[in-house]
């Protein structure tokens, strides 16, 4: 009907032979919808890509906030190549999404197949469960600092009184595992909770076929289950090497960067805001996005590839 | 006649020398209050920042009666002292205004004297005294003076002092069985430590497992000879007091006749002293609880409070007031023998400085600033600080005080005065601290900040001594090349 009346009124005033109002042609469908999506623009112009932009103008310069910045081109990415300080946190940092990965994959698809029948508190339990997800993670890597104190943690106080006594684990060898174990903690209900859906979502016909078959339990989670489920694993996989790459909060209350578990972005962070080498900070910090970008292309073919595949 | 003249001329002068004399001690007795605060007629709010603990809650009062008296409200922030110079340090250089007052730990002045005002300039602008009377109060604030006023200049007022000792659990130290054992064992006397060997022979002897005994009871828990703070958050504090311990530093300041900085050098003697005291602190990791590796000073509080370590080697001096104030009312619990001592760290020349407040150029009100900033500073505020809020004041007249002296106050307080007033009195120690790079360099807080980062990979084992040393020279190089243009920085190969 609004079309209909636009559309007349270009008619009329062009068979009039004059030009269009400016509210006649804000009013046209052609311009409308840019004015509509115009406020989402602005906030992300403003808000995602300025920040973005300087960001890689940063990784071009030279020093920083605190003195002289000067245009050296290429120069903090052909050094950062060469950072040995550099390689070992990337390195870090990808062993560290490994295997929080699939230890939260392992957990949550095991919880989730517990959780996909009827029991008596499931509610309750499901509650708790995914209660590390709503506590800020600054505020649990101060906890977990304290519980896993050597002498008068938690942890170990209760290791101790079982016979295995106390566990460094803060000890060269142990943090960074004490770091993934941590993530792991707080981030396997939200595996859990994605799976859960997708079983519940699956179509209960074709698992009655199977069982009238006589299908094994194991038989039809291998055969159908799981190749049902892997959009979803996909999705996990994707959001969570997106944020472990960014993992941040778990060392900020514990080892802060020490004992072998500087991870990418603590790096970044350390050399933009502690030494304020914003120009290298910024390199870094583009070299994390490339990172992501490179790896959620991956993943996201993948993932359009298993959804075509599940139709 | 002239025997009334001259009776005369004598009472005359004896009354004179009565005036003066009564008229000096006035003078000596009047300190600035918030009386002196002359009508401010800028009402704009002013906006600081300090850490958060319980010290500021007590100071809270007197900020008040401060915007009462002068009718200019402060906005203080609080944020977590290992935030603090990140935040303050983006807000400055960026002139942005934020702060009108700035919270500065000694060293960040070298760095952010651009963006700070001088003292002296707004005494002479705004103090009906002038630049007398702002140095008549603050020539109270003792040897961290020396580290507030640079060659820059005089940017702030020191609110309470971080100076480092060594904290041992004396009632361990004077147990007639420790110390016969202890004699048996090394062939000397069981004292508060002097150099390294003593130290390291101390932390070995004391280190003990459950079931063994000290002070002839039985231990109920492993306990550790020594408690450091060898995590990435003030390691450098302590490296630095055995470093400094040595008669050494990070970089030696070089100058020419005229006393200006020309260049610094990392001499052979600093990186073999470096080398050094780097080996020595892991060779005394071992006779520390293992949760030391991620330690900060609470930490190692908590550690000493719980009874599970004798000797915090370097301590900040006012840790009674830390984690509960657990050392505070008995050290081990349901041990009320137990006490603690403090004594110079080795080689007696400690961490040492104080946080202050400095008045930003950007400030909005700088004259209502620099009033609070001496307010902060008065000795009326500064009593509040040790008393209520249990830090330790840099005032002299505060610390010499007789209160600290009796029954109620003697521990800590009493023992606590003592050792600040013998440090501080130390000429060699006062001229020490001029000279280092910490007191000279304006890349000081990057290379501070980058020090925590590299030592504690040393300490851990991350980095040998060796590399850890290396690291350390080359980005102790890269940084003050870069932020610090006043002079060059070499390494004497």
Not at chain 1, 78 to 92: C, G, N, T
Not at chain 2, 412 to 439: A, H, M, N
Request: aromatic letters at 14%; proline letters at 4%.
């Amino acid at each position: 009907m609004s079309n209909a009346k636009n559309n007349a009124t270009a008619i009329s005033t062009y068979g009039l032979g004059r030009k269009p109002s400016i509210w006649e042609n804000l009013s046209n469908e052609k311009y409308f919808k840019w004015i509509l999506i115009a406020p989402l623009l602005i906030v992300l112009l403003v808000f995602m890509f300025y920040p973005l932009i300087y960001c890689i103008y940063n990784s071009f310069l030279q020093g920083g906030v605190s003195g002289d910045s000067a245009f050296i081109a290429f120069e903090n990415y052909k050094y950062m190549l060469r950072d040995r300080s550099f390689w070992i946190p990337f390195s870090r940092t990808a062993q560290v999404a490994v295997i929080c990965i699939f230890f939260e994959l392992l957990i949550g698809l095991g919880l989730a197949v517990l959780w996909n029948r009827d029991f008596k508190g499931m509610n309750l339990v499901r509650g708790l469960v995914l209660l590390p997800l709503l506590v800020a993670p600054l505020i649990l890597s101060l906890v977990w600092n304290f519980l896993l104190e050597y002498n008068i943690g938690f942890i170990n106080q209760i290791f101790v009184t079982i016979g295995i006594g106390r566990i460094k684990w803060w000890s060269l060898q142990m943090a960074l595992y004490t770091i993934c174990g941590i993530t792991i903690w707080q981030w396997f209900p939200f595996s859990a909770l994605v799976l859960l859906s997708g079983l519940k979502s699956l179509p209960k016909d074709v698992f009655e076929a199977a069982r009238v078959d006589g299908a094994t339990g194991w038989y039809t989670f291998k055969r159908l289950s799981f190749p049902m489920l892997s959009p979803l694993i996909i999705i996990i996989v994707l959001l969570r090497t997106m944020w472990l790459v960014r993992l941040f909060d778990p060392l900020y209350g514990t080892t802060r960067g020490g004992v072998g578990t500087e991870l990418l972005d603590w790096m970044v962070y350390r050399t933009t805001f502690v030494y304020f080498d914003v120009g290298y900070g910024s390199t870094l910090a583009i070299m994390s996005l490339y990172l992501t970008i490179i790896i959620s292309a991956i993943l996201f073919r993948q993932l359009i590839k298993a959804l075509n595949t599940d139709k | 006649m002239r025997k009334g003249l001259l009776l005369l001329a004598i009472a005359i002068f004896c009354v004179s020398i009565v005036v003066v004399l009564a008229s000096a001690a006035t003078t000596e007795e009047k300190k600035f209050s918030l009386e002196d605060i002359p009508e401010i007629n800028d009402k704009t709010a002013i906006n600081t920042i300090v850490e958060t603990g319980a010290t500021f809650d007590k100071i809270v009062p007197y900020v008040k009666k401060f915007t009462e008296k002068t009718g200019v409200k402060v906005n203080v922030e609080r944020v977590a002292s290992p935030v603090v110079y990140s935040k303050e340090n983006l807000e400055l250089v960026a002139g942005t205004g934020v702060y009108d007052v700035a919270y500065v730990s000694n060293g960040w002045s070298n760095e952010w004297y651009p963006y700070l005002y001088d003292m002296r300039e707004l005494a002479e602008q705004y103090d009906p005294g002038g630049v007398a009377a702002l140095e008549s109060d603050m020539k109270w604030h003792s040897a961290v003076v020396l580290a507030t006023e640079n060659s820059k200049g005089f940017f702030h007022v020191p609110f309470y002092t971080y100076h480092m000792g060594m904290f041992i659990r004396q009632d361990v130290f004077d147990d007639p069985t420790e110390q016969a054992d202890f004699k048996v064992k090394y062939g000397y006397d069981l004292k508060a430590a002097t150099n390294y060997v003593e130290l390291r022979d101390q932390a070995e002897f004391f280190t003990r497992k459950k079931g063994e005994m000290l002070k002839g009871k039985t231990l109920e828990n492993d306990i550790f000879g020594v408690s450091m703070m060898a995590g990435a958050y003030q390691i450098n504090d302590e490296f630095t007091s055995y470093l400094w311990g040595k008669n050494q530093d990070y970089v030696t300041v070089m100058r020419d006749d005229s006393g200006k900085v020309t260049e610094y050098v990392i001499t052979k003697a600093d990186q073999d002293a470096l080398l050094q005291a780097m080996k020595e602190y892991v060779e005394l990791l071992k006779f520390a609880s293992p949760g030391c590796l991620t330690a900060n000073f609470d930490f190692v509080v908590a550690d000493q409070g719980q009874g599970r370590a004798i000797i915090q080697p370097t301590m900040f001096s006012n840790c009674f007031v830390w984690t509960n104030s657990i050392l505070q009312e008995s050290v081990v619990p349901n041990d009320p023998d137990a006490k603690l001592g403090i004594y110079p760290t080795i080689g007696n020349k400690p961490f040492t400085g104080a946080w202050g407040f400095a008045v930003t150029k950007a400030a909005k009100n700088p004259e209502a600033a620099y009033w609070f900033m001496r307010y902060i500073g008065s000795y009326e505020c500064q009593e509040v600080v040790m008393k209520e809020g249990g830090q330790l004041t840099t005032r002299m007249d505060v610390l010499a005080d007789p209160v600290w002296k009796n029954d109620e106050n003697i521990y800590p307080f009493g023992i606590l005065v003592d050792y600040l007033l013998s440090s501080w009195q130390d000429p060699q120690f006062l001229e020490f601290v001029q000279e280092v790079y910490y007191s000279n360099s304006s890349a000081e807080g990057k290379v501070y900040e980058m020090q925590m980062n590299v030592l504690a990979k040393g300490a851990s084992g991350e980095l040998t001594p060796e590399k850890c040393i290396k690291e350390l020279i080359r980005q102790t190089v890269e940084l003050t090349s870069k932020f610090d243009k006043d002079a060059p920085i070499r390494v004497e190969e």
